[in-house]
């Protein structure tokens, strides 16, 4: 039970907004953008001004390169089977199981059914902040076969003050079991919730927020959901309200047509698709709302997951939308091992106010270790476009290929450069050059002409004649 799945979109969408919220989109209430002027760091159209404008452009877009895996890792903590008991199930049902050699205060029997060979056990263990009650309905003579099993746990102080949590975990297959040893296909629904009476900003939440997950599961031949190597997880879901409102949710999937999310003891991993959706997401006061798509290859265990497939959306409360999407080079949305991908980041406008009209950085890379692990990825090619209401430089596309993989966290050291540039003025400029040694030579065409130029690492010019 590493990660309660109730906590569980929190965690992904965190790296949702990472991924969206770089220099590359320009925050509107940064007030160190290029509203006022800039480009390159002056007004003027020279083989100079479009050289600095270059590596600045370079320098900019080079962070989309660490983008990548905070979205794949959205991927990371979403073994659906680690998540599958969360609020204490193992709790309930360890207590349940160990109530006939632990009678006590804590613990009572209720025999009303035993006729029918069923005993209700209850326990309720209280803290110096919480109480925690499990219900269990189970066989009288082994204790070990479960038919109903619900518990809540209070929270009176600490950094949960306020909040409520309940489980419930019902029959879902009419064999009137939720879990027995030796019944591996017994289906149990479980249904989970939290509700908070409190604002906890520690925790992200807000009083009158209700969180609710539910799950189809079975607890597999040994008859205990926390022996998870042989859980299986046939359908989740997770939501929270607020006010009755829904603020957030993440689903989950059956991708492959095998009929189950998660089964840990299969002989090959399934795959999962994952939607997961928040709105005034905490510590993001300009973020209307985050999405984000993906689907994964996982065998219940998270340090296996692969993401094969990506694509998400960031809302701003100005009306941008940016996006990220990877696609092989082929069009085609299924990132399979050994394939080329192109990762797409853009920002769409709906208001006609805004100073930025569109925006999109492309990178075209080998996830060697796959979207969720930026580690040892290697990078051939970054195309950056951009067009503006506002500002010195109004249009700008800029196109750089490598001559070598660039791996992570290392800088190109030769490749090929081409870029165009539109000004306010209405005046146009292009560059085209090749990049090696600390400098990159090629030709500039601008108001002025055409010319052979050679420019320094900071963009200044060392040598220009005209052609």
Not at 78 to 84: E, G, I, K, M, P
Request: glycine letters at 10%; aromatic letters at 8%.
């Amino acid at each position: 039970m590493k990660h309660p799945i109730l906590k569980l979109a929190l965690a992904v969408l965190a790296g949702t907004s990472v991924m969206l919220s770089g220099c590359l989109f320009e925050n509107p209430f940064d007030s160190t953008g290029d509203e006022s002027g800039g480009g390159g760091g002056t007004q003027e159209v020279s083989a100079e001004a479009v050289g600095q404008l270059a590596v600045a452009t370079m320098g900019e877009s080079q962070a989309a390169l660490g983008s990548i895996a905070p979205a794949g890792a959205a991927a990371d903590n979403l073994s659906v089977a680690d998540n599958s008991m969360a609020l204490g199930l193992s709790k309930g049902m360890k207590k349940a199981r160990s109530a006939e050699s632990m009678l006590t205060e804590e613990c009572t029997i209720d025999s009303t059914d035993i006729a029918n060979n069923k005993i209700t056990v209850t326990c309720t263990e209280t803290t110096s902040n919480q109480t925690s009650t499990w219900t269990a309905t189970v066989k009288a003579d082994d204790w070990e076969t479960v038919y109903a099993l619900s518990g809540s746990t209070e929270y009176t102080g600490g950094f949960k003050d306020g909040c409520t949590e309940t489980a419930v975990f019902t029959d879902q297959d009419g064999d009137g079991i939720v879990a027995a040893p030796g019944l591996a296909d017994s289906k149990a629904r479980i249904v989970m919730t939290a509700s908070y009476e409190k604002d906890l900003p520690l925790l992200g939440h807000k009083a009158g927020e209700v969180e609710r997950a539910v799950m189809t599961a079975t607890a597999g031949p040994d008859g205990d959901f926390d022996t998870e190597e042989d859980n299986v997880v046939y359908e989740a879901s997770w939501e929270r309200k607020l006010d009755g409102e829904r603020v957030a949710y993440a689903e989950y999937a059956d991708a492959d047509g095998d009929g189950v999310i998660i089964d840990a003891a299969a002989s090959s991993p399934s795959q999962v698709d994952v939607v997961l959706y928040e709105k005034d997401p905490a510590w993001e006061p300009f973020v209307d709302y985050n999405e984000l798509y993906f689907r994964i290859i996982t065998d219940g265990n998270e340090e296996n997951d692969k993401v094969i497939k990506l694509y998400g959306e960031q809302g701003m409360i100005t009306g941008r939308v940016n996006s990220i999407v990877v696609l092989d080079e082929n069009g085609d949305s299924i990132i399979s091992e050994g394939e080329i991908a192109v990762a797409t980041f853009a920002t769409v406008v709906t208001s006609n106010s805004d100073s930025i009209i569109s925006s999109s950085v492309s990178l075209v890379f080998d996830p060697v270790s796959g979207l969720e692990d930026d580690t040892d990825n290697l990078y051939y090619e970054l195309h950056y476009s951009h067009e503006k209401r506002l500002g010195w430089v109004r249009k700008l596309t800029y196109d750089f290929a490598t001559d070598e993989p660039v791996p992570e966290g290392q800088e190109p050291t030769s490749g090929h450069i081409e870029m165009s540039v539109e000004y306010a003025n209405g005046e146009t400029a292009s560059l085209e050059a090749d990049f090696a040694d600390g400098s990159f030579s090629g030709t500039y065409t601008g108001p002025d002409g055409t010319f052979s130029v050679t420019w320094n690492d900071d963009g200044s010019v060392a040598a220009q004649e005209q052609s």
